[in-house]
């Protein structure tokens, strides 16, 4: 679509009760990103209350219209998915804005391929918007999705703002405390009382009007009128008593724009166990389970009922899919009529919102076994048949994008189309911690349910423990990488590249899980780039090179922290670049870098970058400690920023070599974030 275009969703699908906004971006040096936020509005052009604004710190609308999702990285950019369902829209409002601001009022010229994408509740694209012109602004609002004769539409608007996120709320009638860029707290994502008795006024959008459409907008309408002045309260009449003055309504509270603080849990109280010997009670026990349809069997029960009984948990997992926000039910061993004999899936999800019944199939393995494809086709061919939503499929497996884990036939004749989608069960341990840990339940029973749940998870027996095995031709790559056998074009290579990334992915869920803030792999390609081809040229660099290389984006972390396994040497590297201060002195620079690195592990290597060709000097922190001079270049060269990286082994090759090189990845990355990254000032223009 073009700028200014509008479309009726009806032509597009017959599906459209349910959508979801896709918007997207890439950043060249990979550590961009934006967030992305729904506004209602009413046929003034403004929302109603504050409530009607849905951002990071109001994520979820209580009557189900509005849900934002996870984000999540792609092969070719960065995307955040909005589920929308249109029947659950109050009747007053009629339209809903979808925007995106980036932090710190950073601009979106900085990132490519701005996009907005519409998908149907079975998954399918029906329409793209690209945004061309980004510059300064620091806020886009992308599109929007109105009513037009009982018929719901969506526009291209395609407007920036220089004003952050604080000014396109504020044009549309928010109250905001404008906090982009200070540190007060956020809980329950409202400030305190408002500072100043008059509203910050809105800043004007910094890009061009829209074009207008062929069909007329929905206009926002003038500013209103200034308010009749009171008149001044006159003395009472003598030998009457003068009447109380009315209570002074109390200032309406204003949101604030500042993320929520991550706050950690409380810390657990003393046991009252006579010894260390005694376990505590479990309510979903895993010391008994003997094989692996056990575990199958349990997990899926375990997870399914903890869905049904905690609705902010089992929409997390279902929006994904196209679920709407309502009443969950969910069913285990169900049996279902499929041609000569029965079929039981391995459970059954249906929410009911408003009268509309969603149903998914439910098949899952653990334990590392792999999804067959038989079975999965056959719950494919019965959701068709039956109309039924979508086919969920569960395992210690990641999905990629252009790799699917089972291989599928949809029949085209058929009008009713299902969605097949993965979840891996890191994550959902993912999705359990950052609710328990850091957004929080309102519910203490709920919460209880999900602390069991995460439990049940990571304890060594229930077969859920995430992608653990690298395939069958790790051990031959890797073998054949260090007899220098290994050439270019060898499919083996494409296997283990798609593991790596696989194991990247879950890498990004365990830490995200344990920080509360979002952790992304940096994408490698750009848009419209086949991720099969892509996948194909870095094997080729691994049989050349015998690396395999990653960066993964941690939110609010100074710069990106970079992965990189050497098979040739069986060493695992992981780093960051941090770049200089605009202002201040260089020694002051490197006598500030070591003192925040106080706490971090004497063998890390700090190395200054220089904006010409030779190498900077470099040192280790345990050496640079008394000496932090040592840093600075002999030749005045201009320091543009510095690189920290620390090498350890990828593990002993005995035993399990695929489990202990996952291990030794996973035990890198923690290092280095705990022991580096987390000391490091995320402003590094900051004066000390």
């Known amino acids: 679509m073009v700028k200014g275009a509008n479309v009726g969703l009806a032509t597009l699908s017959e599906s459209t009760d349910s959508v979801t906004v896709i918007l997207g971006w890439n950043s060249p040096g990979g550590d961009g990103d934006a967030d992305v936020s729904v506004l209602l509005l009413t046929a003034e052009g403004k929302v109603r209350d504050n409530a009607d604004f849905f951002y990071y710190?109001?994520?979820?609308?209580?009557?189900?219209?509005?849900?934002?999702?996870?984000?999540?990285?792609?092969?070719?950019?960065?995307?955040?998915?909005?589920?929308?369902?249109?029947?659950?829209?109050?009747?007053?409002?009629?339209?809903?804005?979808?925007?995106?601001?980036?932090?710190?009022?950073?601009?979106?010229?900085?990132?490519?391929?701005?996009?907005?994408?519409?998908?149907?509740?079975?998954?399918?694209?029906?329409?793209?918007?690209?945004?061309?012109?980004?510059?300064?602004?620091s806020a886009f609002v992308f599109g929007e999705i109105y009513r037009r004769n009982q018929e719901w539409k969506f526009r291209a608007v395609g407007q920036g703002y220089d004003t952050g996120l604080a000014g396109l709320a504020t044009d549309f009638g928010i109250d905001i405390e404008d906090d982009e860029n200070t540190d007060g707290d956020t809980a329950n994502g409202e400030g305190g009382e408002a500072a100043a008795d008059t509203t910050r006024e809105a800043t004007g959008p910094a890009g061009p009007a829209v074009d207008a459409p062929a069909e007329p907008a929905v206009s926002a309408p003038a500013p209103p009128a200034a308010p009749e002045r009171t008149p001044e309260p006159q003395a009472p009449a003598a030998g009457t008593a003068p009447e109380e003055a009315p209570a002074a309504a109390p200032a309406p509270k204003?949101?604030?724009?500042?993320?929520?603080?991550?706050?950690?849990?409380?810390?657990?109280?003393?046991?009252?166990?006579?010894?260390?010997?005694?376990?505590?009670?479990?309510?979903?026990?895993?010391?008994?389970?003997?094989?692996?349809?056990?575990?199958?069997?349990?997990?899926?029960?375990?997870?399914?009922?903890?869905?049904?009984?905690?609705?902010?948990?089992?929409?997390?997992?279902?929006?994904?899919?196209?679920?709407?926000?309502?009443?969950?039910?969910?069913?285990?061993e169900v049996s279902l009529p499929h041609g000569d004999s029965p079929k039981r899936p391995d459970g059954v999800i249906r929410v009911e919102r408003a009268g509309r019944l969603w149903t998914a199939l439910v098949e899952s393995k653990t334990n590392g076994n792999p999804l067959k494809s038989e079975q999965v086709q056959d719950y494919m061919d019965i959701a068709a048949r039956r109309g039924y939503e979508a086919?969920?499929?569960?395992?210690?497996?990641?999905?990629?994008?252009?790799?699917?884990?089972?291989?599928?036939k949809i029949d085209g004749r058929r009008k009713h189309k299902v969605l097949l989608g993965h979840l891996s069960w890191a994550e959902v341990a993912y999705q359990a911690q950052m609710l328990i840990r850091h957004e929080g339940v309102g519910n203490p029973a709920h919460a209880w349910l999900l602390q069991e749940l995460l439990h049940y998870l990571q304890h060594d027996n229930s077969g859920c423990h995430g992608f653990q095995n690298m395939g069958p031709a790790w051990v031959p790559v890797r073998k054949a990488v260090d007899e220098e056998t290994l050439v270019v074009g060898d499919g083996r290579a494409v296997q283990v590249v798609e593991s790596w990334e696989r194991l990247i992915r879950q890498v990004c869920f365990q830490l995200g899980g344990e920080l509360g803030v979002k952790v992304l792999p940096v994408p490698r390609g750009r848009r419209g780039e086949d991720p099969t081809v892509l996948r194909a040229a870095l094997a080729d660099r691994l049989c050349s090179d015998g690396r395999l290389d990653a960066e993964i984006r941690i939110e609010g972390a100074v710069g990106t922290l970079a992965i990189t396994a050497d098979l040739r040497v069986g060493k695992l590297r992981t780093s960051t670049e941090v770049p200089a201060p605009e202002q201040g002195y260089p020694l002051s620079w490197v006598k500030r870098?070591?003192?925040?690195?106080?706490?971090?592990?004497?063998?890390?290597?700090?190395?200054?970058?220089?904006?010409?060709?030779?190498?900077?000097?470099?040192?280790?922190?345990?050496?640079?400690?008394?000496?932090?001079?040592?840093?600075?270049?002999?030749?005045s060269s201009r320091i543009t920023g510095f690189r920290l990286s620390l090498s350890k082994s990828t593990g002993s090759t005995r035993g399990n070599a695929e489990s202990g090189f996952i291990r030794s990845v996973d035990a890198a990355v923690e290092r280095f974030h705990s022991g580096v990254l987390a000391h490091l000032d995320q402003r590094p223009g900051r004066r000390a």
């Open 254 to 332: 204003r949101l604030r724009t500042a993320k929520k603080k991550v706050t950690l849990p409380r810390a657990a109280k003393p046991s009252l166990a006579e010894n260390d010997g005694w376990r505590t009670a479990r309510l979903f026990p895993a010391t008994s389970l003997k094989s692996d349809l056990e575990r199958e069997v349990r997990a899926t029960s375990v997870l399914l009922s903890v869905m049904a009984q905690v609705p902010e948990f089992g929409r997390r997992l279902t929006a994904k899919f196209g679920a709407p926000a309502g009443r969950t039910e969910t069913f285990t």
């Open 391 to 408: 086919v969920i499929t569960l395992s210690n497996d990641v999905a990629l994008e252009g790799s699917p884990l089972v291989q599928v």
């Open 57 to 137: 710190n109001n994520p979820t609308a209580e009557d189900g219209s509005v849900q934002l999702l996870d984000g999540a990285s792609t092969d070719v950019g960065t995307e955040d998915r909005i589920q929308l369902d249109l029947t659950a829209v109050p009747a007053d409002v009629e339209r809903l804005v979808v925007a995106a601001s980036r932090p710190n009022r950073a601009p979106f010229g900085q990132l490519d391929d701005l996009r907005l994408e519409l998908a149907d509740l079975g998954g399918e694209r029906l329409l793209g918007f690209s945004i061309t012109d980004a510059g300064a602004e």
């Open 593 to 635: 870098l070591v003192r925040q690195l106080g706490e971090a592990p004497a063998d890390l290597h700090v190395e200054t970058l220089t904006d010409g060709d030779a190498a900077g000097p470099r040192g280790t922190l345990e050496k640079l400690r008394p000496e932090p001079g040592d840093l600075l270049p002999k030749d």
